[in-house]
């Protein structure tokens, strides 16, 4: 048995393209962004970016065509293909893509910049409140100074 399983969090570099097919069944294509950091051999910081071509079909690529936002952050569950096609002048070219079967979009970033400026001297303002988490009054919630948040080896269940 195959698998061809992909999960990805990146975020959004330009807001998705949409285009109906000839059929009549709509799809977007957008590209995501993903890093990585990591430290050489000499100890210094490295960074790289990877980016990553994602397509969705019908009802997901409306969704995506309405709310997706560049900037945003965005899990992408799907599948790799990769499309050849021969170019007018006869070179073969290939493109590797993420079909999308499902995605969940994470927080809206404004501007790209994560949260908006206030007026006052540039400290972000505080999320709306219909943004702020609610803990269920039924959830017993403990705080115990003596406890040590620090996780040792032997609390690993692996």
Sequence with gaps: ???????????IVAPPEARMTQSGQTVATFRIATNRVWKDQGGNKQEA????????WGRLAE?????????????????????????????????TEI??????????????????????????????????PVIDEETPVSFNDDKNDEIKPEDIPF
């Design 49 to 56: 970016a990877e980016f990553h071509t994602i397509v969705v």
């Design 1 to 11: 048995m195959n698998l061809n399983r992909v999960f990805i969090l990146g975020n």
């Design 99 to 132: 079909i999308a079967l499902n995605f969940q979009m994470g927080p809206k970033s404004m501007g790209g910049g994560g949260t908006a400026p206030s007026k006052t001297g540039g400290q972000s303002a505080p999320p709306p409140a219909e943004e702020i």
């Design 63 to 95: 969704v995506a065509r309405q709310y997706l936002t560049k900037g945003q952050l965005i899990f992408v569950e799907g599948r790799i293909q990769t499309r050849s096609w021969q170019t007018p002048d006869g070179q073969k070219r290939y493109r």
